[in-house]
């Protein structure tokens, strides 16, 4: 578990106590004996900007306002200084409209879709590099004394994906320090969780660092960029395009981050290696996630 110590770090946390998220179910297991666990609720999330219907996704639920701006902000659909009048969710109906004082025509963005390796569907709609070109990140220095500490705190806090599995987890840091921990069963709706409070909050992106449990693909690379977060960090391993979009534009991509060990692929010259890795605990397996194992 977590310690006491390390739960404030957090400005949002997992609840895997909460209401809706999982579901305990009965079946059997390998040897024929009843078998008693809980599975992640998945329902879906209309979303409207203004008037206009954009999609419906997939998500356990839980910060349904924060989904649906981080949402339209990483489509392009919200620009950084858009003044949002209102956010309404309405539980029954499964939707949430996000109104501005714009008018809204995405027509044509909408009709050109590009299926990523997200789970749960993930889409993009429009060009998915669009906007990058103008990308111009921040070249931060990560000490590795953060990233040990950072990986230590996130794997041991309690999480739907303990609690359940089948799910991913988002974590927007600083420094050493964990700020918001956002899951869902598509890493792209944990991402566009954190890129909706973090509009919705003012907060800035350049000092940041996006921790994942999930794969670093392209998608994931491209959502970091255009929040401009210089830091993007997993457990899992690279997609051959994520890394070279990650060196394009000059992220910080770092991986398979088991215990001490990880590999950066792309913004080497920006890591201080400023704490020794044999002093560093390896990871102990019943804290070890599917995606560190084997």
Known sequence: MTAQSDIPDYLIAPDPGAARLT?????????GNPAHI????????????????IVTAMTIGDYPEYLALGFLRNQGMLAPDEVVRGVDYDD???????????????????????????CAVGTVFGDMMEGLEEVRL????????????????????????????????????????????????????????IAGWMFSEGVRPDDKTLYTTGRLTSEMVIKTALMGIPVLASRSGFTAW????????????????????????????????????????EESPKHRRKSAQG
Do not use: W
Not at 44 to 51: A, H, Q, S
């Open 23 to 31: 579901r305990a179910v009965e079946g059997v297991d390998h040897e």
């Open 38 to 53: 809980s599975v992640v609720e998945e329902r879906p999330l209309t979303i409207f900007l203004n008037g206009q219907e």
């Open 92 to 118: 029954d109906l499964e939707t949430v409209v996000v109104r501005t004082d714009g008018q809204t025509s995405y027509e044509e963005k909408l009709k050109k879709k590009t299926r990523t390796s997200g």
């Open 138 to 193: 921040p070249q931060v220095e990560v000490r590795t004394s953060d990233l040990y500490a950072l990986a230590a705190k996130i794997n041991r806090t309690p999480s739907l994906y303990l609690e359940a599995g089948a799910i991913h987890g988002t974590v927007l840091c600083q420094g050493a320090r964990p700020l918001v921990y956002m899951e869902d069963v598509g890493r792209h709706n944990a991402v566009d969780k």
């Open 242 to 281: 994520g890394v070279e979009i990650a060196r394009e534009v000059g992220l910080t991509l770092i991986g398979r981050m088991r215990g001490r060990r990880f590999v950066c692929l792309s913004g080497e010259d920006r890591v201080l290696r400023d704490a020794d890795p044999a002093s560093v605990a």
